[in-house]
């Protein structure tokens, strides 16, 4: 076997690889002899079939097979060996066409690399960033504060139906009249006040009692189908030919009551003696939504730096290897060269990331240990239950490390994981070597900059 890589250029390589029989015939051999141990044919036991058989059946289909787990075998442990830092994956050359004649005495396969642009990197003070500070306006934190109330609330029973009272009854088909259709669609449910969209009829609901009766048009009460559907407890009526009349008895009225700022609730929140008033209350909110707006201050941050790094760092990529490469991936199966040009500055932008992003962890040498991996999987878990309104303080003592570890039992999910470690890494990079300004903004302030 003989492996040379000649360069056509700085961005592509051809690698041609020559065989002779005896460099894939003892594994063709070999697999011959197992399929002879489990081939069984008319007239003959399983295990007892002549090789000569098993050859005539299966010897050119094995050769084919084994040259070819051989040939990429021995190109990638090549590329691997010779440190070869390439761009996608090889493909047949073009340019130096394969002869696999199993029936010559040497057989040549050419592949051609494209190999990844050399480039200058620039990381230092003449770069400018902003850093932003996100603050929570008092608005925000009121929010908060009602939004922790109502955890903390309950219904109680009321005498007459307020804007957001909740209602139990029947519902059910009545007549021009708003007498009961004996065979009309009826169902025993609840609602709220608040969930009924027309004004007009929602100003029916306000002001009555137990043991009344409101008549309404299902329709203009709840336009959306499924609302409709689900009071009725039926999903097979049809809501367009629907006959729309119809009344809710109220049977009970319940109306919300938020939660105290008392001690109990600031222990449920918060965890036993940590908040002991509304002031204290605001100063733990805010430490608590404090590491995922300084997580959400770097994404921005690293959306403008690949943006500056992006623009800044000239190279060249063999486009057209590229997009000979995407569209033999099964992602792109079904597209033609043109569907796939429309995509592909997107893809090339990307691209290029990726390949200033791992030039900047080279040069530093950064790794991802197993520490930072869990410390990274945790803060992950943190910030998704925060959007649900469920702090670290509720979680029991050892649940942030199970859900941390399950995470990272999941390979795509361990992969967005370290890649996050690594984008940490190469934020504080820039942080320490650039030209870095820090502004102060609020958290609208600061969403809009998204938009």
Do not use: C
């Not at 003696?273 to 939504?289: L, P």
């Not at 941390?404 to 504080?428: H, Q, T, Y």
Request: charged share 30%; net charge negative.
């Amino acid at each position: 076997m003989q492996i040379t890589k000649n360069n056509i250029d700085e961005l592509i390589a051809t690698i041609k690889i020559s065989l002779v029989k005896e460099d894939y015939q003892e594994n063709v051999e070999k697999t011959l002899k197992d399929y002879r141990k489990r081939v069984a044919m008319p007239g003959f036991r399983q295990g007892k079939v002549p090789m000569g058989l098993i050859k005539r059946q299966y010897e050119k289909m094995v050769t084919f097979e084994e040259i070819n787990k051989l040939v990429g075998e021995k190109l990638f442990e090549y590329l691997d060996n010779e440190k070869i830092d390439y761009i996608g994956q090889p493909l047949p050359s073009e340019r130096e066409k394969s002869q696999p004649d199993f029936e010559q005495p040497e057989l040549l396969f050419a592949f051609d690399v494209a190999l990844s642009p050399k480039f200058d990197l620039v990381v230092d003070n003449s770069l400018k960033f902003t850093k932003y500070n996100v603050t929570l306006s008092d608005d925000f934190l009121n929010q908060q504060i009602e939004s922790y109330k109502s955890q903390a609330g309950k219904f109680e029973s009321a005498d007459v139906v307020g804007e957001k009272s909740k209602l139990e009854g029947s519902v059910f088909q009545v007549d021009a009249e708003g007498n009961k259709l004996e065979n009309g669609l009826s169902n025993n449910t609840s609602m709220l006040v608040s969930s009924v969209k027309d004004e007009d009829t929602k100003k029916q609901f306000i002001g009555k009692k137990v043991g009344e009766q409101i008549n309404f048009d299902l329709k203009k009460a709840f336009p959306n189908e499924t609302d409709a559907k689900y009071m009725l407890a039926n999903n097979a009526i049809d809501f367009n030919t629907i006959n729309a009349n119809f009344a809710f008895h109220i049977d009970k009225i319940e109306d919300f009551i938020p939660g105290e700022l008392n001690q109990e609730n600031f222990d449920k929140f918060f965890g036993a003696d940590t908040v002991h008033n509304e002031e204290e209350m605001r100063a733990k909110i805010v430490e608590n939504y404090k590491p995922t707006l300084e997580r959400d201050s770097d994404y921005k941050l690293m959306i403008d730096v690949r943006e500056v790094l992006t623009s800044n760092t000239k190279f060249d990529l063999p486009v057209d290897f590229m997009v000979k490469w995407m569209l033999t991936r099964k992602e792109n199966e079904g597209k033609t060269k043109e569907s796939f040009l429309q995509d592909y500055p997107t893809f090339e932008n990307d691209l290029r990331w990726n390949l200033i992003q791992g030039k900047i962890v080279k040069e530093n040498n950064f790794t991802v240990s197993p520490d930072e991996e869990l410390e990274a999987a945790k803060e992950m878990t943190i910030s998704e239950f925060m959007q649900y309104g469920i702090t670290p303080q509720h979680l029991p003592a050892d649940a942030l490390d199970n859900y941390a570890k399950e995470r990272l039992g999941r390979e795509r999910d361990k992969n967005i994981v370290r890649n996050m470690v690594i984008s940490n890494k190469i934020i504080n990079l820039v942080k320490e070597k650039s030209n870095l300004e820090t502004k102060d903004i609020t958290l609208d302030e600061f969403n809009k900059l998204f938009q």
